[in-house]
């Protein structure tokens, strides 16, 4: 019996596989965005990401990398221009990094984003997507200077003090003076602090020698309260004529309420030391998020756009459907934002954290709004939820906010565990979001739906609410 035939798509897809190099120049009509803002486009089936392409162009890219399963390319030149790119406004934006979109019209990105959760639902999930509703981005009005925080590494260039942004793929410090999406009051304090440290001749850490003092300027200010607070993270504990460098900050920059320091003696990229000393003024200051306050030490944990905060946590809570009856956990609590946001839903709120400043801060922000029905706790929720349930305390609903590694594997299992009514996720990373989503429905959940918060305009960073619900 003669066999059927059978297409050898193998010896097909080898053949459409085709080896690039680099310096080589390709034709690409670019698909989509990928998850850090590049376009993506197919050169025979292999999958190219070029930086600064965007959806609907078609270019001519230069392989910048070429691997097996992808390649980077960089613009040579484009052939057909999409309608949404626009001229970046930032005079840096091709040095600093910090942005990826500032070439794209508002309204496009936040289209963009929306289609980046779905890619990354499409890629880890089992959902049928075509049948799952993510809702439009929700993006801000005026999304330019929205950013409360900065943390700027400091160098020598020239002879003079810099601070700003490493350039992408590289240790070399980009120079901030008036970053456009930093809040005025830190770009301020960044360009006298720079000055001051100049002036006083103050030893500014070399990070290849691993020697000198002034690591990072760090600076947080308060949208509504308008206090301002300082770090100086150091490679040594002693500053050297330190009374002489507050004195000069007190005279020059009177809008510091706080001023902190860090100490940071290790060879690593992370910006905090464990240990803190207090300088001089406050050692916290407070910030406002509609009716609520809130005390912030240095090192606690705060979203960087409050504007969008309210935007996000009532997105939360509206994810909640809280009726007054519910027991709430607010895992990865942090200063107990999300969790006080809830409060007059709840029953009673029990959050936890694993830095201990940011526990103390939580009950601090509990006890000054008279919520005496808030329990905090320093460690993690994959060990308090067992214990509390143990103790005869079921939640009803979870509430995670996880860093962009997505939530640890013994807490997904824990909450799983534990089954709680609803598990509301904040998330700001759409692929490890996917991820954890996947592993809550093959235990009986079932998505309600997923709302993406623009939190970071200009940038490829988006945020978002996800409701489930035991099904």
């Given at each position: 019996m003669k066999q059927p035939y059978k297409r050898n798509t193998k010896a097909r897809d080898e053949k459409q596989s085709v080896e690039l190099k680099v310096g080589q120049k390709i034709p690409l009509t670019i698909k989509r965005l990928g998850i850090n803002g590049e376009g993506v486009g197919y050169f025979k089936r292999k999958v190219v990401f070029v930086s600064g392409a965007l959806p609907g162009e078609e270019i001519v890219g230069e392989v910048a990398k070429a691997g097996a399963r992808f390649t980077e390319a960089k613009i040579s030149k484009i052939r057909k221009k999409s309608k949404e790119r626009i001229e970046p406004p930032c005079p840096i934006y091709d040095q600093c990094g910090g942005c990826q979109l500032q070439h794209m019209e508002y309204q496009a990105t936040l289209v963009s984003k929306q289609d980046i959760i779905r890619q990354a639902f499409e890629r880890h999930t089992k959902l049928n997507m075509e049948k799952q509703v993510i809702q439009p981005t929700i993006g801000m009005e005026d999304p330019w200077y929205y950013r409360n925080k900065s943390q700027l590494q400091v160098a020598k260039k020239g002879g003079r003090v810099i601070a700003g942004l490493y350039a992408m793929n590289s240790h070399k410090v980009i120079d901030l003076s008036a970053c456009m999406v930093q809040h005025k009051a830190t770009n301020k304090v960044t360009r006298v602090m720079k000055q001051i440290l100049s002036d006083l001749n103050v030893s500014i850490y070399d990070e290849r020698k691993h020697r000198g003092l002034i690591r990072t300027i760090v600076t947080r200010v308060g949208f509504e309260?308008?206090?301002?607070?300082?770090?100086?993270?150091?490679?040594?504990?002693?500053?050297?004529?330190?009374?002489?460098?507050?004195?000069?900050?007190?005279?020059?920059?009177?809008?510091?309420?706080s001023l902190m320091q860090n100490i940071n003696g290790n060879k690593t990229s992370l910006i905090f030391?464990?240990?803190?000393?207090?300088?001089?003024?406050?050692?916290?200051?407070?910030?406002?998020?509609?009716?609520?306050?809130?005390?912030?030490?240095?090192?606690?944990?705060?979203?960087?756009?409050?504007?969008?905060?309210?935007?996000?946590?009532n997105e939360a809570k509206r994810a909640a459907k809280l009726t007054g009856t519910e027991k709430v956990v607010d895992a990865y609590c942090g200063v107990g934002t999300i969790g006080l946001w809830l409060a007059d839903g709840a029953e009673e709120v029990r959050g936890m954290d694993v830095i201990e400043a940011s526990i103390i801060d939580a009950r601090v922000n509990a006890d000054k709004h008279g919520y005496d029905h808030f329990t905090y706790?320093?460690?993690?929720?994959?060990?308090?939820?067992?214990?509390?349930?143990?103790?005869?305390?079921?939640?009803?609903?979870?509430?995670?906010?996880?860093?962009?590694?997505?939530?640890?594997?013994?807490?997904?299992?824990?909450?799983?565990?534990?089954?709680?009514?609803?598990?509301?996720?904040?998330?700001?990373?759409?692929?490890?979001?996917?991820?954890?989503?996947?592993?809550?429905?093959?235990?009986?959940?079932?998505v309600d739906n997923i709302q993406p918060v623009d939190m970071f305009p200009w940038t490829a960073q988006v945020e978002s609410v996800t409701v489930l619900s035991k099904s």
């Open positions: 309260t308008g206090h301002v607070q300082v770090v100086l993270v150091t490679n040594e504990k002693e500053i050297p004529r330190q009374n002489v460098l507050i004195e000069e900050i007190k005279k020059r920059l009177p809008e510091v309420n030391g464990e240990e803190t000393v207090h300088l001089d003024g406050e050692e916290v200051i407070e910030e406002k998020l509609g009716d609520i306050s809130f005390e912030l030490s240095a090192r606690a944990f705060f979203q960087l756009n409050p504007i969008q905060t309210v935007k996000l946590y706790e320093v460690g993690t929720a994959e060990e308090w939820l067992p214990k509390w349930v143990k103790e005869g305390w079921k939640p009803d609903v979870v509430v995670v906010d996880p860093p962009r590694t997505g939530c640890d594997e013994t807490l997904l299992r824990t909450i799983t565990g534990v089954k709680p009514k609803r598990v509301v996720y904040v998330s700001c990373n759409p692929s490890t979001l996917a991820k954890d989503v996947e592993y809550l429905r093959t235990k009986g959940y079932k």
